[in-house]
């Protein structure tokens, strides 16, 4: 197979800098294993390695630096027949721990190579999370204080099932990387080499210290025995019953029942389903076909505060998706209504507030359609939805029918059954 380098710019480190050597390594597994550019996605962040990706003809994504594996991971759930490749420096992987440890015990299949040369070189030098105590580097003595990272064991330890150290003076070096690649499951390549640049000026005897800790270190050449299991996105696919990103699509059925664009915002108190009732009424307008959006305001505390749901609807494509001027409020709690209070003024005059009965409004020059729900033995949880059957029997933004529609499509059991027949209860409700 040809070279996945790019003819049109070749790589650009500092003289003797060993990213070079993992560069041309990586380029022969990739040709070992047959790989076109095509099937290859290169992920990189910030630093030296990060320049990686520029220097392939493959896909490639550049992103914030620490979390290379993060976008590695979506793009491996969402396309997983691409062969999925992330280089992070040891100054990435310290800054994204954490994701370096979720992918350990997440084993979805991508390779990691860590192109390991104990600084942050790109920025000037800077201990990272692997440098030598004994190093100098340009954080002077902030490294002496700390105990590096020993990268395979924490990998082997969270779980990762391949776990390989090397380094660019091993003449396998390729044969490694390709043994990493084709593994099914998150494979890691601690690559050491030399920052020829930031560290070696400072640290002349590091070669044969490299060489020398190497030999000192437990071997990690490949599968850890304890941590094979399935891969992840397989695994996933099985519980799901499908590819992880498919997102069930809402048929459109009905024709649109308005021809303008309707501004609908729900109030209420959390536990008042405000926000599930938003959701029911978007669905039903995308089910005739509509644009919508909905934003959702709630206090991050669970079951107290007010809560708020705003929705526009449009047969149009939606540009602005901030409320201005409603056509239709419910107001289910005084919470809910001192929480959007200047609004009322604005709610158009040919638009409706529909509000539970002993809930208090400011002025507004709209029609007001009081509902005594409790009258009607309409529990709390219950009065969003069935204040949007109130709504619904103009027609207007959505008719019943899309509602009971919306609801069929999104819930089973008992907990649709209860929710078509609130919906029917409430077209009867009366309103004053
Ligand atoms: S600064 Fe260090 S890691 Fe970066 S290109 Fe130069 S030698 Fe390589």
């Known amino acids: 197979m040809p070279s996945l380098l790019n003819p049109d710019r070749p790589p650009a480190f500092c003289p003797g800098c060993s990213h070079e050597q993992s560069l ?21 962040d910030i630093g030296c390695s990060g320049l990686f990706d520029t220097f392939f003809t493959t896909h490639a994504l550049h992103g914030l630096h620490g979390r290379a594996l993060t976008y590695g991971a979506g793009i491996k759930l969402a396309q ?20 370096f440890l979720a992918a350990c015990r997440r084993n979805l299949d991508l390779t990691l190579l860590v192109l390991n040369n104990f600084n942050f070189g790109m920025t000037g030098g800077q201990f990272s999370c692997t440098t030598p105590a004994p190093a100098s580097v340009a ?21 990762a099932p391949f776990v390989a150290r090397s380094s660019v003076c091993e003449k396998d070096l390729a044969d490694l990387l390709a043994r990493a690649i084709s593994f099914e499951g998150f494979s890691l390549v601690d690559i050491w080499g030399l920052c020829t640049g930031r560290y070696l000026g400072k640290n002349p005897g590091a070669p044969q210290e490299i060489q020398n800790t190497l030999a000192g270190l437990p071997p990690y050449r490949g599968p850890v ?12 696919r099985e519980h799901t019953g499908g590819a992880p990103w498919e997102v069930p699509e809402i048929q459109a059925q009905f024709r649109p029942p308005i021809t303008e664009r309707r501004e609908v915002v729900l109030l209420g108190t959390a536990g008042d389903r405000i926000i599930s009732a938003g959701t029911l009424l978007a669905h039903a307008a995308v089910s005739a076909g509509m644009h919508v959006t909905q934003k ?90 069935a204040a949007l059957a109130v709504v619904a029997r103009g027609g207007d933004p959505v008719t019943g029918e899309m509602l009971e529609n919306a609801a069929a499509s999104t819930l089973r059991g008992k907990s649709l059954d209860s929710t078509l027949a609130l919906l029917n209860r409430a077209e009867t409700l009366p309103v004053g």
């Not at 990739?30 to 550019?37: D, E, N, P, R, V």
């Not at 691409?82 to 994701?99: E, K, Q, S, Y």
């Open 24 to 44: 041309h390594a990586l380029d022969r597994a990739f040709q070992k294993l047959g790989l076109t550019a095509s099937q290859v996605v290169m992920v990189s």
């Open 80 to 99: 997983p027949h691409l062969t999925v490749v992330v280089t992070m420096g040891d100054g990435g992987l310290g800054i994204g721990g954490a994701h």
């Open 139 to 159: 954080s002077r003595f902030l490294n002496a204080m700390e105990r590096p990272m020993e990268v395979c064991s924490v990998a082997a330890a969270a779980g």
């Open 225 to 236: 025995a304890q941590n094979l299991r399935r891969e992840y996105a397989s695994h996933y």
């Open 296 to 385: 959702n305001d709630y206090a991050i505390t669970v079951m107290r505060g007010p809560s708020v749901t705003e929705l526009i609807i449009s047969p149009e494509p939606i540009t602005y998706p901030g409320v201005e001027r409603p056509d239709v409020v419910v107001a289910l709690s005084e919470e809910g209504v001192r929480r959007r209070r200047e609004l009322f003024a604005r709610v158009k005059p040919e638009g409706r507030v529909v509000v539970a009965k002993g809930v208090a409004l400011p002025p507004t020059p709209a029609s007001v359609l009081h509902v005594d729900f409790q009258a009607w033995s309409i529990k709390r949880r219950e009065r969003a939805l």
